[in-house]
């Protein structure tokens, strides 16, 4: 099991709502800024939203503002994404990430989940 572990993504209708957690090591989640990323085949793996060490601060990419939240619960070592008014071209492989640092902005990360697989379908 790796230090960052998420949840199965799965297939939506757009329109439709998804949520994502990712899973940290306590030492991880203590010292790092926590964000999502996502991939589409042949393409570079692109910043969704990031989220400081606190949760008191977050950032998102502009084609995600206003329908997706990021969020963590630092009783569980958690970090969550809500998805929602998802459209096709959400349709990606996402991944959580961790970058040493208070964040939220997430630039090079040290460490990576092992990718979910997220479908909307039109």
């Known amino acids: 099991q790796g230090d960052l572990v998420e949840s199965v993504g799965g297939l939506v209708q757009a329109g439709g709502s998804l949520r994502l957690t990712c899973a940290a090591s306590?030492?991880?989640?203590?010292?790092?800024?926590m964000g999502w990323f996502r991939q589409a085949q042949g393409k570079e793996r692109t910043f969704v939203a990031g989220i400081n060490r606190s949760g008191d601060g977050t950032v998102y990419a502009d084609p995600v503002k206003g329908r997706f939240t990021i969020s963590r619960d630092n009783a569980k070592n958690t970090v969550l994404l809500l998805m929602d008014s998802l459209k096709p071209e959400d349709t990606d492989v996402y991944y959580c990430?961790?970058?040493?640092?208070?964040?939220?902005?997430?630039?090079?990360?040290?460490?990576w989940g092992q990718g979910t697989q997220v479908t909307v379908s039109s």
């Open positions: 990430a961790a970058q040493y640092g208070a964040g939220p902005h997430i630039r090079k990360p040290e460490y």
């Open positions: 306590d030492r991880i989640f203590r010292l790092y800024a």
